[in-house]
């Protein structure tokens, strides 16, 4: 079964900066990665998936990259609505499984 | 408007049952695979079972084999969870999914969520 290990677990920012949160498998694979972003008391949002494609509706500040082992979420310019916890989820075969996921806070 | 409800939630003792559904509006509920997940209160996702889109394919998490059931009912534009034999390590947050058109296990629709606590 493929694990997903995310870093940061926590992760402090300004509204402008650029940041990263990346998701590391256990065992390798291609374009089988989607990112989530989760706000509290909401469900999960699905933000993109796959090579990069991005979820009708979500900013182009969001973009996806990796393959292999290692991936990574990027918000270009943070913004006020981007403080969430976001997850990854590999989609390569049952079991799926979610890295622990990021929380995003306003520094 | 296109929504995925659940329901069924509850305080259950250990040992107990509870069936969560998960109604479908405003989509052909029929075309999407449907998947449970759960969040324990201040935990991250968990991946419970898959039901493909004419119920015939499923799978389940290792922890809920054997004790969990999920199955559909196109008619109703429903997805059924039976889960039996609860412990407290199943008190979570249950959310329903659908997955997207083109056959990706990835999730586009979720429900708000039905709490199921497990607690003498």
């Known amino acids: 079964d493929i694990q997903l290990t995310q870093s940061p677990s926590f992760l402090s920012a300004s509204v402008g900066d650029r940041v990263t949160i990346s998701c590391r498998a256990s065992?390798?694979?291609?374009?089988?990665l989607a990112w989530y972003q989760q706000k509290p008391g909401k469900a999960p949002k699905l933000l993109i998936y796959?090579?990069?494609t991005l979820q009708p509706g979500v900013s182009s500040r969001f973009s996806g990259s990796g393959s292999g082992t290692e991936f990574t979420l990027t918000i270009s310019s943070l913004q006020p609505d981007d403080y969430a916890t976001y997850f990854c989820q590999h989609f390569t075969t049952y079991p799926l499984a979610f890295g622990q996921g990021t929380k995003l806070e306003i520094k | 408007q296109v929504q995925l409800v659940e329901s069924g939630g509850g305080l259950v003792t250990p040992g107990g049952s509870l069936r969560l559904s998960c109604v479908a509006s405003?989509?052909?509920?029929?075309?999407?695979?449907m998947i449970w997940i759960r969040q324990a209160p201040g935990k991250g996702l968990e991946w419970v079972t898959y039901?493909?889109?004419?119920?015939?394919?499923?799978f389940y998490a290792d922890p809920v084999m054997g004790r969990f059931a999920i199955f559909r009912d196109n008619a109703k534009n429903s997805s059924y969870l039976q889960m039996s034999s609860l412990t407290a390590e199943d008190t979570a947050l249950y959310y329903c999914a659908r997955s997207l058109l083109n056959g990706d296990d990835v999730f586009d629709l979720w429900g708000q969520g039905t709490m199921v606590i497990v607690s003498s």
């Open positions: 796959g090579e990069s």
């Open positions: 039901i493909d889109d004419s119920g015939t394919t499923i």
């Open positions: 065992q390798g694979f291609a374009r089988y």
């Open positions: 405003g989509f052909t509920f029929s075309d999407h695979y």
